[in-house]
């Protein structure tokens, strides 16, 4: 595959950012790592969080187990950026993936082989590395396969737009295509793609290499667009507690796109009933760890890679997805990027706790570095939070957060302690106006502080402009495109 060019700004800054060469410590604890990431969950979806119409009795259990982040933040608000965000340590203004762009036949715009991420770093100190689920970030075969990323073993779907299909004609396993059959020409629908790719995940967790460790990278599709669930006791439950809400979309059969989203009679009982699913998954995994003894020694965390989604008949107000903040996927308001986060390390983290600590998925790469007991350089975006997760109170705290968001105009975002601005139309008017928002006093964003407080829209726009290296991989601003 061409190799791609960047813009040379962005070219130096990528070289300036790459991590240095990692050493190993073998005095630091080396737990197993696994982290479970939902699509398109919002921060409400989840009981332990409020949610009061959608059951979630795993998920809560592993927060009363572990911690509850209250203010963690996702790379960005779609899919491909914010899990390169994840892998990479970089925030949206410096990662190599910037947004969803779409490749033929099949995948997404491939990251680098240049880049280096966490799962490399984990794959060599001696991890045995897997990812279950969507990938997102490179066809099969190219330097964004997952294979050539740091994973020992992938299965599930390779892209994004395939994976708005539940019953799909095919999967990967590694680089080979796996048929199936049931599926064919999107005319049956007998092969619940979500239901073998976590059978897949268990199966890692029974045959796994009992002499290493393992990173086991969960990225499930649930609770996605498309609305769609085997008729099973999970959905006959929802049936009789909501609603008839009848959505037309693009159905199965020959005429059907892979990318499009089914018809679905009970909207509102099909995503709670995916989300439930989802939490079945959870508890499957925890039970799983369990079973093999591997609980006390594994560290696992929830999370979601955005806000929740309108796509599919989906209706986030309905059941206050987002938790009671502003906006949705898309949106760099608190809706669109802050997040579910759950950990829990047994004997380890203070379990039923809830901690404030301001964090987001650049902070992942470094955090599971050092404890996986190696070394890597400063010049990331991310802050290791594990001092925070043993309890020890010497955690360093950002200086800022940002994020960017491609479509819709362009918008950034920036957080400072409890300064929030936001700038939307940014890559058409780049000198346009900031929202400015205390979220202390707002976490809603109901009210622009921005004339009240010029000097420090002026300082927040400030961080916006130095936060943003351009990229011609994913431009941003008008005159580049």
């Not at 925070?388 to 491609?406: C, I, V």
Request: glycine content about 8%; aromatic content about 12%; proline content about 6%.
């Amino acid at each position: 595959m061409q190799k791609i060019i960047l813009s040379l700004a962005f070219a130096l800054f990528f070289i300036r950012s790459s991590p240095a060469q990692v050493t190993k410590n073998n005095k630091a604890p080396r737990p197993n790592i696994i982290f479970i990431l939902a699509d398109d969950l919002g921060y409400g979806d989840i009981g332990v969080n409020g949610q009061k119409l959608i059951k979630t009795p795993n998920i809560d259990k592993l927060a009363k187990q572990g911690v509850r982040f209250t203010q963690f933040y996702a790379g960005t608000s779609v899919c491909a950026p914010s899990r390169s965000s994840l892998l990479t340590g970089l925030h949206t203004g410096h990662t190599y993936i910037r947004g969803n762009k779409g490749v033929d036949p099949e995948g997404q715009e491939p990251i680098a082989d240049s880049v280096l991420t966490v799962a490399e770093v984990l794959q060599k100190a001696g991890y045995q590395t897997a990812a279950f689920g969507k990938w997102g970030l490179g066809p099969v075969g190219s330097e964004g396969d997952p294979n050539k990323q740091g994973f020992d073993q992938f299965f599930g779907y390779n892209c994004q737009t395939l994976a708005h299909r539940y019953y799909p004609n095919h999967l990967w396993e590694n680089g080979k295509k796996i048929i199936l059959e049931a599926n064919q020409n999107l005319r049956e629908n007998k092969e619940y793609a979500p239901d073998i790719i976590q059978q897949k995940a268990l199966d890692f967790v029974d045959h796994r290499e009992k002499d290493k460790p393992f990173f086991l990278f969960l990225p499930y599709i649930l609770p996605h667009a498309e609305l769609l669930v085997p008729n099973d006791s999970i959905f006959e439950y929802y049936k009789s507690k909501l609603a008839k809400k009848p959505f037309k979309g693009n159905d199965y059969g020959v005429k059907a796109t892979k990318g499009g989203y089914t018809s679905q009679e009970y909207p509102h009982a099909a995503f709670a009933a995916m989300v439930s699913r989802l939490d079945l998954y959870v508890g499957q995994i925890l039970d799983k760890l369990k079973q093999e003894g591997l609980d006390k020694n594994t560290l696992v965390i929830f999370t979601s890679d955005n806000g929740p989604h309108k796509e599919g008949g989906a209706d986030p107000d309905f059941f206050n997805s987002g938790g009671g903040f502003k906006g949705y996927k898309r949106d760099l308001y608190e809706g669109g990027i802050r997040e579910p986060f759950i950990a829990r390390w047994t004997n380890v983290i203070k379990p039923n706790s809830q901690n404030n600590h301001i964090g987001a998925f650049w902070d992942l790469f470094p955090t599971f570095s050092e404890l996986a007991g190696v070394k890597v350089a400063k010049n990331i975006d991310g802050l290791s939070f594990a001092p925070t997760l043993k309890g020890n109170k010497a955690q360093s705290s950002h200086a800022y957060l940002y994020w960017e968001f491609h479509e819709n105009g362009g918008i950034q975002a920036v957080r400072q302690g409890n300064w929030k601005a936001v700038k939307l139309n940014a890559s058409i008017n780049p000198d346009g106006a900031i929202e400015l928002y205390d979220l202390a006093k707002d976490p809603k964003e109901s009210k622009n502080l921005a004339k009240q407080y010029p000097d420090k829209v002026k300082e927040l726009s400030k961080l916006i402009n130095e936060s943003h290296v351009e990229s011609t991989l994913f431009p941003f601003l008008k005159q580049n495109k």
